[in-house]
């Protein structure tokens, strides 16, 4: 395990300089505290915790809250927590993950754990964890928009989710659908708003007329039907009701793989019959399935990292300009479960 004094010999300054930088008992210049920072990632360094709250009179610690159900975390979680983990380790602090039941909000104790400032992952309308934090003075980011009322200035990190919609959109209608059904997210989530503002958009720029049954919202969290949101609805609206549908987005993998399940059993293919888009998916294993889903990468680690710049900039750790919404960028990572709707369409869904 590295030690202070080979961030110091590498970096070429003293001991009490890198002391100084993690400490910020006293100031150093940016050039320096950029080298040490940079030598600091390189060798892996991770100050004491339990010496530097002494100085400082902080925690050294952040809370990363998390909404959650009764199943694992998805690879998209995996990946952003880590981003948020490993890039918090390079300014000295720790990661306090609230695992806290989307429902179960209302605590007094969301906002007075020992942490400095706060991460909250996918904010709802309202959302009572922002409010409890903001009511508490707890400096904090949101990864995602933020819908509460009289919070307009709020610090955020985002991916531009309606230039994603219109990103799938476009793509999907350069293949000639025009018959495209989207899993959204839950309905009361900023992203799920978001996404389904983009969506509409899209459709009226390629004169496409939204249709009933075009948007669907995923059930609560805790819902028995969480976890069968894409079958349920493929199913129904395909099987049941015989609506024309030549292409499905699907919010997450895990939609999307249920999704295939009832095509399959509904006697369809993808995507000889009926195209598949992933929105967010786990990019390792999207190859691995047949056909191959077609998706976006939404940098989950990226999101992570940037959120805690934006948390170590409102804490003053992090000096210079940082924006208050930052946009990690998205592109669409094409392989085999979108196609050109075939003649055989004609016959799916009419």
């Known amino acids: 395990m590295a030690k202070i004094d080979d961030v110091a010999r590498l970096a070429g300054v003293s001991k009490g300089t890198v002391s ?206 969480y976890m069968t949101y894409g079958y349920d609805e493929t199913i129904r609206i395909l099987g049941e009701r015989k609506e024309r549908v030549t292409a499905i987005i699907a919010d997450d993998d895990r939609t999307a793989f249920s999704v295939m399940n009832a095509i399959n059993e509904l006697g369809y293919s993808v995507p000889d019959d009926i195209s598949l888009f992933v929105i967010c998916g786990d990019l390792s294993m999207m190859h691995q399935v047949t056909p191959s889903l077609t998706g976006m990468d939404l940098q989950p680690s990226e999101l992570g990292a940037q959120s805690v710049k934006q948390l170590m900039h409102k804490l003053g750790v992090l000096e210079g300009e940082y924006p208050d919404n930052c946009i990690v960028s998205s592109t669409i990572i094409e392989r085999s479960s979108c196609s050109p709707v075939y003649s055989r369409n004609e016959s799916v869904s009419t």
């Open 20 to 225: 100084n930088v993690f400490s910020q008992k006293r100031p150093t210049s940016k050039t320096v505290r950029e080298k040490v920072l940079q030598v600091s990632r390189e060798l892996n360094y991770v100050p004491n915790h339990i010496a530097r709250s002494l100085v400082t009179k902080k925690t050294m610690a952040i809370g990363l809250t998390i909404p959650h159900g009764n199943f694992f975390f998805s690879v998209f979680h995996n990946q952003f927590i880590n981003g948020v983990v490993l890039e918090a380790s390079i300014y000295g602090y720790r990661v306090l993950l609230d695992m806290i039941p989307v429902e179960e909000v209302k605590t007094p104790s969301l906002a007075s754990y020992p942490i400095d400032g706060a991460i909250v992952l996918g904010p709802t309308e309202e959302d009572e964890r922002i409010d409890l934090l903001h009511q508490n003075q707890v400096p904090f980011v949101t990864v995602g928009k933020i819908i509460n009322e009289g919070l307009y200035d709020a610090t955020t990190v985002n991916n531009d989710n309606d230039q994603i919609m219109r990103d799938i959109c476009d793509y999907l209608v350069g293949f000639g659908h025009r018959n495209m059904m989207f899993l959204n997210a839950g309905r009361h989530s900023t992203v799920s708003i978001e996404r389904t503002e983009g969506f509409v958009r899209a459709l009226q720029e390629h004169e496409i007329e939204l249709q009933p049954h075009m948007v669907h919202y995923k059930p609560g969290i805790h819902s028995d039907q």
